[in-house]
């Protein structure tokens, strides 16, 4: 997930080896996680491609198959792991994760609590961000996904980041190890007021919490029960709008309305009158649309400030 080199330094020159994961890319909808063996290959329909002629390429290298085919074997970055990971649980995506590092205030070194880890998908953002000298502990209640979290850290290469517990912190609570050295905490639990108490006593002061909630209802009993220790309470709904960008011909074929678009008298006549419009026009252009399916409500995030005592 990092690139580290063999003297645990953080190095962003590193080139692939044998053994470690890499994302092989297709195209922006199909991508898939491959682990690098030097005796194995990785067949799809672009042709054969020999994992043995990955090994000292630098992460980011096009690759060429049998065919002549291509991929592109990128580093395992949180961005695009999201993307591959497995789904054991419901996963928050790119749009809600950057949102919630940055009101989190999360900082290499920072120590960040999670409760509900689910797939990973943020617990993975969250190390990246505590790194190199920061921590990342994870509590999940169910046990194989927390055995299953912490072996895709381990593929990942995000152990050493992040530390996996098997714990009901919606009944118990943090462990108290933790009172009063938090950071950070965030919950993504399906009754998250219940763990609040909690959570006051592990940050330190002036320490953010965010909850993560797919229902209004569960909004405003969380934000009930921050006031009394809170303030700076917000919750935001993230909305992601994707648009696709092509190059391309226009259609000449339908007339000077169609050849123009939409524009407006004054300017459709300056383009004519510029000439050469029609050698324009059937240029390649490059083009910007909306994608067809836009993300919708995923769920609502509320970010507080705990309370300084004086």
Avoid at 81 to 106: G, K
Wanted: hydrophobic fraction near 35%; include cysteine.
């Amino acid at each position: 997930m990092l690139p580290i080199d063999p003297t645990k330094k953080l190095s962003f020159t590193r080139c692939i080896c044998d053994g470690d994961l890499v994302i092989v890319y297709e195209r922006h909808d199909n991508m898939k996680a491959v682990k690098v063996c030097e005796s194995s290959i990785l067949q799809n329909r672009f042709g054969v491609f020999k994992h043995s002629d990955w090994i000292g390429k630098p992460f980011g290298s096009k690759v060429l198959s049998n065919k002549g085919g291509f991929v592109y074997v990128l580093a395992p970055t949180p961005e695009l792991w999201t993307l591959v990971l497995s789904h054991r649980t419901q996963i928050l995506y790119i749009a809600d994760i950057s949102l919630l590092v940055m009101y989190l205030e999360i900082v290499p070194g920072c120590i960040v609590l999670e409760s509900g880890t689910g797939s990973g998908s943020l617990t993975t953002s969250l190390a990246r961000a505590v790194a190199p000298t920061g921590h990342v502990y994870t509590f999940d209640f169910h046990e194989q996904r927390a055995a299953s979290a912490r072996e895709d850290f381990e593929k990942t290469g995000l152990s050493s980041l992040i530390t996996v517990g098997v714990r009901d912190i919606q009944g118990e609570g943090f462990p108290d190890e933790f009172s009063g050295l938090a950071d950070s905490v965030f919950l993504d639990l399906p009754q998250p007021w219940l763990a609040i108490p909690s959570a006051v006593k592990m940050l330190k002061p002036d320490g953010v919490l965010c909850s993560f909630s797919p229902c209004i209802e569960q909004v405003q009993r969380a934000c009930d029960t921050h006031r009394s220790n809170f303030t700076d309470i917000r919750t935001f709904e993230i909305l992601l709008r994707s648009y696709e960008v092509r190059e391309g011909k226009m259609d000449c074929s339908q007339g000077d309305d169609a050849k123009l678009g939409s524009l407006p008298c004054k300017k459709r006549q300056c383009s004519i009158e510029g000439g050469n419009a029609q050698d324009k026009l059937s240029s390649p252009t490059v083009m910007a649309r909306p994608c067809n399916e836009a993300k919708g409500h995923t769920g609502y995030l509320t970010f507080a400030r705990l309370k300084c005592l004086s």
